[in-house]
């Protein structure tokens, strides 16, 4: 079992909507969570990060952390053509290491 | 700032050879890492350094040595190349002492081993 999953998709969204991203990770010591966007041929680039239970919102981004249910998403609310990327979701513990996800691909439709 | 910084951006080698990716951070970060992506995928982890000094291994550390030169320098070494380690190998660097903090990523070294 990976340490952070997530669901690869694609997941395709009208313009305008909603999208909702998910991740869940197996380590209950983990402290520190994380949204990053990647763009293809890109490097990833930091959208939201969260390390208590409930939610951070960010502009358009809303992050959700339920650590009982080891659960993290992401939504994103009027999504926009240039939302379409692939969204990893990263999972820190105590120590330095942290572990990504495979990642979400997003596509939001004219 | 030049953030982070890796060299080559691209390397072609043949099954066998060795080379040396290397790594660079000029924000006096505590902590730096090396990830393999390959297509469709996310990041996986190979070796982690938490500080100056320290290094540990991540999720696929086969094949791969690593150094800590210094507080800004963390190199990835493969040995003798195989066509698995065919991947796009990003650097990252972070500050710790703090679980908010957010890693910064270098443009990444895509290589091909034939």
Known sequence: QKEVEQNSGPLSVPEGAIASLNCTYSDRGSQSFFWYRQYSGKSPELIMFIYSNGDKEDGRFTAQLNKASQYVSLLIRDSQPSDSATYLCAVGGSASKIIFGSGTRLSIRP | NAGVTQTPKFQVLKTGQSMTLQCAQDMNHNSMYWYRQDPGMGLRLIYYSASEGTTDKGEVPNGYNVSRLNKREFSL????????????????????GSSSYEQYFGPGTRLTVT
């Open chain 2, 77 to 96: 070494r493969l040995e003798s190349a195989a066509p698995s380690q065919t991947s796009v190998y990003f650097c990252a660097s972070r500050i710790t």
